[in-house]
């Protein structure tokens, strides 16, 4: 069974640094880019970045580039997102989810339950 | 940039009677068109790809269309366990991902 396990919830300060995970199983982790999506309390979904396992290449909403940085450990199967320093107004569920190949274009196809930061 | 305009924000309906949601895209690209439902305090769970395909175990009262920039979701007859929101998602020239800001479809 394809599972993306998400990292437990955080409660962190302004200006404190924060490294969230997604540790991938059933599906060969190297084969499909991980997207993360940001979806802030009572609000919608929002696209923030996405990573090819296999070099690291990376794409980001330019909303978020410079705020955030994505990663792989190839060898745990296991993405990151991580910040520098947080504000207030990163407090929002993140969610991970995997690309899938269907049909002519790679979808979020399975998801990860969130993992809750709260910054205050 | 891409933007995704969904509409209406919220559609209140009863049971059994056919709901349509729309998705404007600000630019086409190809038929990269992906319809999510969410569910309180769940991850979104895709629906449809490619404007109209069916995703795994999703049941056939849910239909896409459109081409271009419009595109619709319909839901045939309405059961208790569709009363959710819906995001529609479209891949941009750049290869990113965008969301619309969603549709919340409750009971009337």
């Known amino acids: 069974e394809m599972q993306l396990v998400q990292s437990g919830a955080e409660v962190k300060k302004p200006g404190e640094s924060l490294k969230i995970s997604c540790k991938v199983s059933?599906?060969?982790?190297?084969?499909?880019?991980i997207a993360w999506v940001r979806q802030m309390p009572g609000q919608g979904l929002e696209w923030m970045a996405m990573?090819?396992?296999?070099?690291?290449?990376?794409r980001y909403n330019p909303s978020f580039q410079g705020q955030v940085t994505v990663s792989v450990d190839r060898s745990i199967t296991t993405a990151y997102m991580e910040w520098s320093s947080l504000k207030a107004s990163d407090t929002a569920i993140y969610f991970c989810?995997?690309?899938?190949?269907?049909?002519?274009?790679?979808?979020?196809?399975?998801w990860g339950k969130g993992t809750a930061v709260t910054v205050s | 940039e891409v933007v995704l305009t969904q509409s209406p924000d919220t559609l209140s309906l009863s049971p059994g009677e056919r709901a349509t949601l729309s998705c404007r895209a600000s630019?086409?690209?190809?038929?990269?068109l992906a319809w999510y439902q969410q569910k309180p305090g769940q991850a979104p769970r895709l629906l449809l790809y490619?404007?109209?395909k069916r995703a795994t175990g999703i049941p056939d009262r849910f239909s896409g269309s459109g081409s271009g920039t419009d595109f619709t979701l319909t839901i045939s007859s309405l059961e208790p366990d569709d009363f959710a929101v819906y995001y529609c998602?479209?891949?941009?020239?750049?290869?990113?991902?965008?969301f619309g800001q969603g549709t919340k479809v409750e009971i009337k």
């Open positions: 989810a995997r690309h899938g190949l269907k049909s002519t274009y790679y979808y979020t196809d399975v």
């Open positions: 059933g599906y060969s982790f190297t084969t499909n880019w």
């Open positions: 490619d404007v109209s």
């Open positions: 630019q086409s690209f190809g038929s990269s």
């Open positions: 990573i090819k396992p296999t070099n690291s290449e990376t």
């Open positions: 998602q479209q891949r941009t020239s750049l290869g990113a991902w965008p």
